[in-house]
């Protein structure tokens, strides 16, 4: 069985930077493996083109903007190109890639994946593979109290207008949509992206992003999901339900080894670390190095912070992320 991987990412032009360097920092571990950007090409400055052509990541062209016009609380909070990631393993699988891995720009790869055992995840994958932040009873909260007067997500309107059950509302979840690990042709077979359009115009565009939109997505259609580890989609413990204690005692001795993908979801690594913690300076300091290290001179130019930060003291009972 052949198990043929691509990474990807999606950007608008302020964003193909982060993407870039998100995208190079596991391309420099795995060239053998194939890298992609999503956007709209006639979007992209020169000085964009040229950092994606330095590192021969392969542009594909999308244009959905007439598709999400976004309503309700979060119109216009985010790009549209925040929708893209759903089209991907569709237009992947017609490039014959039978799985990707999808990373946001604020995705770091710190250290190389285990290809046998990244393959034997794939395989096993029937939908796709996530990592968990809730169940949907929880995002439907979050969407109740957004106050959208164009879609209000009751219980009643959901389960009228989606299908949704009360018995899906509590047995399907959330995943983290930073990372995700996606079997391409069993989203192209259900076409998952057409799907997500679809619920997005019954929802009347209320939504901000990929993530709550695949959630109901996955829920509606019943699509498998396979949930992983913090070590495939790290995040601090920040957004997660439950708290890998081996991995966190590891990082409360200065062990940092053993993390795939790290997700910097509330802490971004190019401004300034708010809240800091041994774990996090350490992942940042090594987001910095690495960016200096492919960009050199111009990587203040793109990036605002991109000096290291200087190493604090801290209990092992402190070290949550």
Not at 36 to 44: A, R
Request: glycine share 6%; net charge neutral; proline share 6%.
């Amino acid at each position: 069985m052949t198990c043929s991987i691509a990474f990807y990412a999606v950007a608008n032009d302020a964003y193909v930077p982060t993407a870039v360097m998100a995208l190079r920092s596991f391309q420099r571990w795995h060239p053998e493996l194939a890298y992609f950007l999503l956007g709209t090409i006639k979007t992209f400055s020169p000085q964009s083109h040229e950092l994606i052509r330095r590192y021969g990541i392969e542009l594909i062209d999308v244009d959905e903007a007439g598709r999400f016009i976004t309503q309700g609380t979060n119109k216009d909070r985010y790009p549209v190109e925040v929708f893209y990631p759903l089209k991907a393993p569709e237009l992947l699988a017609e490039r014959g890639y039978d799985y990707s891995i999808e990373v946001d720009g604020d995705v770091f790869g710190p250290e190389p994946f285990d290809i046998p055992r990244l393959k034997s995840l794939f395989k096993r994958t029937k939908g796709y593979a996530a990592r968990p932040v809730g169940s949907l009873a929880r995002t439907l909260m979050h969407k109740r109290q957004e106050l959208n007067e164009e879609f209000d997500f009751s219980p009643k309107t959901v389960a009228v207008t989606l299908g949704l059950t009360r018995r899906k509302i509590w047995r399907r979840y959330e995943a983290q949509a930073g990372i995700i690990y996606w079997n391409n042709t069993a989203m192209a077979k259900i076409s998952l992206f057409e799907k997500c359009v679809e619920i997005f115009r019954k929802c009347h565009g209320c939504f901000e992003a990929d993530q709550d939109l695949l959630a109901f997505a996955t829920a509606i259609h019943d699509i498998p999901v396979r949930k992983i580890g913090h070590p495939y989609n790290f995040g601090f413990f920040e957004d997660s339900p439950w708290v890998d204690h081996r991995m966190q005692r590891r990082f409360g001795r200065g062990q940092f080894a053993g993390v795939y993908a790290l997700h910097f979801v509330f802490a971004k690594p190019w401004a300034v670390l708010e809240q800091p913690t041994p774990v996090k300076i350490h992942f940042v300091n090594a987001w910095r190095d690495f960016v200096c290290h492919e960009l050199g001179a111009d990587a203040g130019r793109f990036f605002r912070e991109v000096q290291p930060i200087g190493v604090i003291e801290e209990t092992v009972d402190q070290v949550t992320g």
